[in-house]
Structures are given as structure tokens and as C-alpha cells.
């Protein structure tokens, strides 16, 4: 994130104070990928984000403050990309609405591997406090994936375990993965992610043929 | 164990003296020193994984193990470096004794690739619920109490990945990363019901997670190999 011209140049302090708060936390977001939580200091996230430290103290109480602030800011545009791109399909059958979605979450991932790392990695290892807003995101997806979602094949009931199952796993594949320095190749999981989330409800054979169908 | 050793004591004294004013015994037990120790170390870790299920790994003090293990505080760091070393031991020992348990469950289950991923489901489910605080420090409190504590998640997750695939379909054309989406989806379901505090409320759904667990490979697994989906 750019950062603002110096001296006069007629913009509000509000506009300022925003912008300075979104490059802190582009910040911060940047930092953790390179040297981890514990090395992380409020003098690195300042320096990134060419802001003062006293004027981080004035957006951040402390490092950890920033860090829900960024989790939150990275979930939020996680969240953003995959309701876009259902809504996108709305009208579409629900196969092609989660194809949409899981595209479209494996393209934004890939192409922010630092804020892939802080929700889904750093979410899961920086304390309790943070994991508490790493489940909560992970059910926030649920419904996207629940609603409109057939019966199985066979006509039983997909069980309720199932949806957050799914989700759970995708979540917890796609962190393996970014945890393992491969968040830049996420999307070449496309066929997997899809067919473990479609499976359940569409059968292996159908799920394939939807891929296939790209 | 501590009545037990009172009791061992009272025993000894009451048996009679020997013959020939021989020197008298002592009258505690000689235990072997090195099954007190162990038998103390394991006491120790019982306590923490006790106490880290109870309020969490973060709130749990060293004073507490203490006091809930009935032993010195000298003897517990003369058995560990300090607090982590301890939940460590704990999250260490409840993950090999369920996976071999669970291994041992497959290897029993027999030829039937869908059998053995049953005894294995099943006998996983069953050792959560006999054991509601090993559980909950190893789906929970491992997870994030400590960077070492997170990697032996991590670690005991991938090794449940590679049970699977050793028990799945083998060249069935499962794509490689299902075993990892499946216990990733798995341990999620269970960490929920962990947290809620329910780990026999785990067993209820071992079916549905039978299911899930089952039926991405039997689209693809040789005919006749697996079961149908239970209806």
C-alpha cells in the first residue's frame, strides 16, 4: 500500500488515520509471513507500513491488537471473494455455485500467500484467542456451501456432520499446503477441493463429471 | 497409589517377625525405585492433562500439577524442564496410545479395506470417549497452546493421513489429497464436539463420519471391495 504525500495535500485526517490503520495492518500481514508471530514487532510492522510507532499506538493498543485487527481484515476479503463469486453463479445449480466459490477462494489465496498464511496457518498456532476467529470463520463459510445443497445420490440425507466436514477439511488441506510453502500452487488443488466438497452429495462419478466439465 | 503404599505398609508390619531375632524389615514397601519414579512421572502427566482439559493449558500452573499430583515440586522438575515439557509428555502419550490402538484395531479388522477404516473410526471415537481429558488437550488444547504443541498436531495428523491411505483403496484413484481432506474434516467434527464437551456425543456420530470417510473411495474402489452407504 502506497503511502500518502508528505506535508500539505488537502487530505482529511480521517482519510489519513484510515489509510495509515489499512497499511498497518497490510503491515503487520506482511511481516508475520516473512519472520513469524514471535519475531513480529511493532518497529517491523511500523517500518513496512512507513508509519510512526507512536502513530501505531494510536490505531493499536499492541501487537496482538493489530494482529485480530489484520486476522479480521484477511477473513473479511477471503469472504468477500467467495460470496462474490457464489452470487455470481446464483442462479446456476448448486454444483456450479461451489465451483464458483472454491475458484475463486483458491485464486485469492494464491495470489496473497500472506494472507492465506495469516488465516489459515497463524490462526491455528498463535494462541487461543486467535483460534476462537479462526473456527468462527470456518462456520461462516458453512452456509454458503449448505444452502441449496441436493440429497445424495441415492436419495439418503446428506448427514449435517457433512457441510462442516467438508468445510473443516477444506480448510484444514489448503493450511497444510500454505504451511508447507506451497500457497503460491493452491490453485492446482482445484480438481482435489472440488471433488472432496462435491463427492458427498453428488457421488465421485458425477463430482468428475462437473470437473471435467471445467 | 498413595493408599495403596499405606496399605502395603500395614501389611509388612503385621506379618510376623522372623525367627531368631533377626534384623527387622523395614516397614515400608520396597518398591522398586524406578516404579516409584515412573509411577510418580505419570502422575505428573496425569495431572496436566487433567488441569489443561479442566481450564485450559494457558491457566494451568506449575503449583496446580503439584497439588493435583501429590508430589514435590523438587520431584517434578527433577522429571522435566518445566510446565510445556509436561503438557508435551501428555498430548505425547495420549496420541501413541490411541494410535496404537486404532492401528492395532485396523491390522485386526482384517482384508476388507472398508472394515479396517471401520475399526479404526470406531476404536478412535471409543478412546475419546473413555478419555474426555486426553481428548480435549490433544483436538484442542494442542492446537494452539504452544508453537511445539502445534507441530505435534500437526505431526499426529499426518499420521492419521497416512494410516488411512495405507488402509484406503490402494490405486483406486482417489486423488492423493482426499485421506488429508478427510481427516482434516474429521478432526474438525471432533474438536467441535470436544469443545462442546461432549467426546461421547463423538461416538453418536460415527456412522456420518463413517460415511464421509468411506464413500469418496468406494466410487473408485474395485466393485465388491467396500460396503453400500447405509440408507
Redesign the interface.
Known amino acids: 500500500m502506497e503511502r500518502l504525500p508528505r506535508g500539505r495535500h488537502g487530505l482529511s485526517p480521517e482519510f489519513v488515520a484510515q489509510n495509515q490503520r489499512e497499511r498497518l495492518i497490510a503491515g503487520l500481514t506482511g511481516v508475520l509471513y516473512e519472520v513469524g508471530y514471535q519475531k513480529t514487532t511493532v518497529s517491523l510492522i511500523g517500518k513496512r507500513a512507513a508509519v510512526s510507532k507512536s502513530d501505531f499506538y494510536k490505531h493499536f493498543r499492541s501487537k496482538d491488537d493489530c494482529f485480530f485487527a489484520a486476522y479480521e481484515a484477511a477473513i473479511e476479503r477471503i469472504r468477500t471473494q467467495v460470496v462474490t463469486a457464489c452470487a455470481g453463479h446464483e442462479e446456476a445449480e448448486w454444483p456450479l455455485r461451489v465451483r464458483g466459490g472454491i475458484s475463486a477462494l483458491l485464486t485469492f489465496l494464491a495470489g496473497d500467500p500472506a494472507v492465506a498464511s495469516l488465516s489459515l496457518v497463524e490462526g491455528l498456532r498463535a494462541g487461543r484467542g486467535v483460534y476462537d476467529r479462526y473456527q468462527a470463520a470456518i462456520e461462516s463459510f458453512i452456509p454458503n456451501l449448505r444452502q441449496g445443497a441436493p440429497r445424495a445420490p441415492d436419495g439418503a440425507r446428506v448427514p449435517v456432520a457433512t457441510d462442516e466436514a467438508v468445510v473443516g477439511g477444506i480448510a484444514s488441506l489448503l493450511g497444510r499446503r500454505v504451511l508447507a510453502g506451497e500457497a503460491e500452487r493452491i490453485e492446482e488443488l482445484l480438481p482435489d477441493v472440488l471433488e472432496f466438497a462435491l463427492t458427498p452429495y453428488l457421488g465421485t462419478a458425477e463430482a468428475r463429471r462437473i470437473i471435467s466439465a471445467g | 497409589m498413595r493408599a495403596f503404599l499405606d496399605t502395603a505398609a500395614i501389611l509388612q508390619a503385621m506379618l510376623p517377625l522372623p525367627a531368631g531375632g533377626a534384623q527387622l524389615k523395614p516397614t515400608r514397601p520396597a518398591l522398586p525405585k524406578e516404579f516409584v519414579a515412573s509411577r510418580k512421572r505419570r502422575r505428573i502427566v496425569d495431572a496436566m492433562t487433567e488441569l489443561s482439559a479442566e481450564k485450559?493449558y494457558?491457566a494451568t500452573k506449575i503449583a496446580d500439577v503439584v497439588r493435583r499430583a501429590g508430589v514435590a515440586r523438587k520431584t517434578l522438575y527433577d522429571n522435566f524442564g518445566g510446565k510445556e515439557e509436561i503438557f508435551l509428555a501428555a498430548v505425547d502419550a495420549a496420541i501413541e496410545e490411541s494410535l496404537d490402538r486404532v492401528e492395532a484395531a485396523c491390522a485386526a479388522a482384517g482384508d476388507g479395506w472398508s472394515d479396517r477404516v471401520a475399526a479404526g473410526l470406531q476404536t478412535f471415537l471409543a478412546y475419546l470417549a473413555e478419555n474426555p481429558a486426553a481428548a480435549k488437550i490433544c483436538l484442542v488444547e494442542a492446537?494452539?497452546a504452544t508453537?511445539t504443541s502445534?507441530a505435534r498436531y500437526?505431526e499426529a495428523?499426518q499420521r492419521f493421513v497416512d494410516l488411512l491411505t495405507r488402509n484406503a483403496p490402494s490405486g483406486a484413484g482417489a486423488?492423493?489429497?482426499?485421506a488429508?481432506?478427510?481427516?482434516?474434516?474429521?478432526?474438525?467434527?471432533l474438536?467441535?464436539q470436544v469443545r462442546q464437551g461432549g467426546t461421547d456425543r463423538a461416538l453418536d456420530?460415527t456412522?456420518?463420519?463413517l460415511?464421509?470417510i468411506l464413500?469418496?473411495y468406494?466410487?473408485?474402489a474395485e466393485p465388491g471391495s467396500g460396503t453400500g452407504?447405509?440408507?
Open positions: 485450559g494457558g492446537i494452539s508453537p502445534s500437526r495428523t486423488s492423493d489429497t482426499t488429508e481432506s478427510l481427516v482434516g474434516g474429521v478432526a474438525w467434527i474438536h467441535q456420530l456412522p456420518q463420519l460415511d464421509f464413500f469418496p468406494q466410487g473408485v452407504r447405509r440408507k
